[in-house]
Nanobody, 113 residues
Framework: EVRLVESGGGLVQPGGALRLSCAAS????????MSWVRQAPGKGLERVSV???????WLSDSVKGRFIISRDNAKNTLYLQMNSLKPEDTAVYYC???????RGQGTQVTVSS
């Protein structure tokens, strides 16, 4: 059974950093294209980053230069390093297995002073 469990969210001040983790089970993360998406209050889902099977990455313009997507194949875990956080980054963040659109329960990130 495919399972995705996000963690690492929290409350952080503007300019701060967080690292989100997504523990995957039931499939091989290194052989899958994965993404991080987020949903801000009252808004739709926004894709912020993708990593494909080859390890190539993509970042949306809104997070480029601040966020880094990576994975640890040995741990079957996906990460999102978020630096220089802004209030507009406040959202619930989900990791997504792209081929099935399966996502986890999400982790809340709140950027506020």
């Amino acid at each position: 059974e495919v399972r995705l469990v996000e963690s690492g969210g929290g409350l952080v001040q503007p300019g701060g950093a967080l690292r989100l983790s997504c523990a995957a089970s039931g499939f091989n993360l290194s052989a899958s294209a994965m993404s991080w998406v987020r949903q801000a209050p009252g808004k739709g889902l926004e894709r912020v980053s993708v990593i494909n099977r080859a390890g190539s990455t993509w970042l949306s313009d809104s997070v480029k230069g601040r966020f880094i997507i990576s994975r640890d194949n040995a741990k079957n875990t996906l990460y999102l390093q978020m630096n220089s956080l802004k209030p507009e980054d406040t959202a619930v963040y989900y990791c997504v297995l792209i081929e099935t659109a399966r996502r986890g329960q999400g982790t809340q990130v709140t950027v506020s002073s």
